[in-house]
């Protein structure tokens, strides 16, 4: 079956409507129902319970609790490089933004002005630049971490659809990353600014950040923003920025300029957060 036949029911089915029902569940405290579910997600995607913070399925009061759970202290140790992946995940595609286009998949691309939600001024900031784009499957850790040290300038707010952001969608969905709910985070570095966007899916019942809490839901249906001042929130490399509540995706852009990826990423290959991403040399 071709990616375009395999992803046509998501077309049709109500997206917006799982979604809710999916964060209501996931937010609920129902006891016994909870764990039992939790034990046969942890069985289902072979989820690594003795890396986390507390390995006790029975103690999370909500599946979002066990779902956006904490890893142990020094679980994850930084790389001693310039960029350092911020999530667990899969490498869904990096490299050269060409002009303005971002490579999705064999025969789809999009604009970085679509994915920041229509700035053109801001998109063009990473004409020519540098692109990595990961995803984290349901096993993975959920909680999102700095690259690189960065000072917080704007959020953005992007509504948009909500389809699956697995491979197989990526190659069935035309403008997929671009056209989903998402929250665009722009920061300073020493490198220059960075995006950092968290892309939402279907029954990612929620997004938040650290600064901000919960992003989504509600979902306003219209574009929001927050700009930071002298008071913008400064964050070390390493630290979380923020989570999903359920599995997603993460796009970053880079400016024009010297960077050089992690000569062990490929498409299709697995990172771990704080491991190498790249350099600037």
Not at 38 to 51: C, G, L, T
Not at 115 to 121: E, I, K, P, R, Y
Not at 182 to 194: N, T
Not at 207 to 216: C, E
Request: with cysteine; glycine share 10%.
């Amino acid at each position: 079956m071709s990616d375009t036949l395999a992803v046509l029911p998501q077309y049709l089915i109500p997206k917006q409507a799982l979604t809710a029902l999916a964060g209501k569940f996931a937010s609920a405290k129902a006891g016994t129902t909870t764990t039992a579910v939790i034990r046969w997600f942890v069985k289902r995607y072979q989820v690594n319970m003795a890396e986390a913070a507390n390995p006790d399925v029975a103690s999370y009061a909500t599946f979002n609790d066990f779902f956006t759970r904490a890893l142990k202290a020094g679980a994850r140790p930084l790389a001693r490089v310039d960029l350092v992946s911020p999530v667990d995940g899969a490498i869904s595609q990096f490299g050269r933004i060409e002009k303005d286009q971002i490579f999705q998949a064999k025969g789809h691309s999009y604009s970085t002005t679509a994915l920041v939600g229509g700035d053109a001024s801001l998109a063009a900031q990473f004409q020519d630049g540098h692109y990595a784009t990961l995803y984290l499957s349901p096993k993975d850790y959920h909680r999102i971490h700095m690259p690189c040290d960065g000072v917080l300038r704007r959020m953005i707010y992007v509504p948009g659809d909500l389809f699956s952001v697995n491979p197989t969608t990526a190659r069935g969905v035309p403008g997929l990353f671009a056209r989903n709910e998402r929250v665009v985070c722009v920061f300073d570095s020493a490198h220059g600014p960075f995006v950092l966007t968290l892309v939402g899916a279907t029954i990612v019942g929620s997004m938040a950040t650290v600064w901000h809490g919960q992003v989504n839901p509600p979902r306003p249906g219209t574009l929001w923003e927050r700009s930071y001042g002298d008071d913008a929130p400064k964050l070390a490399q390493g630290t979380e920025m923020g989570r999903f509540l359920l599995g997603s995706t993460v796009v970053m852009l880079f400016p024009a300029g010297p960077l050089q990826f992690n000569a062990q990423w490929a498409p299709g290959g697995t990172i771990r957060m704080g491991e190498e991403m790249g350099s600037r040399i």
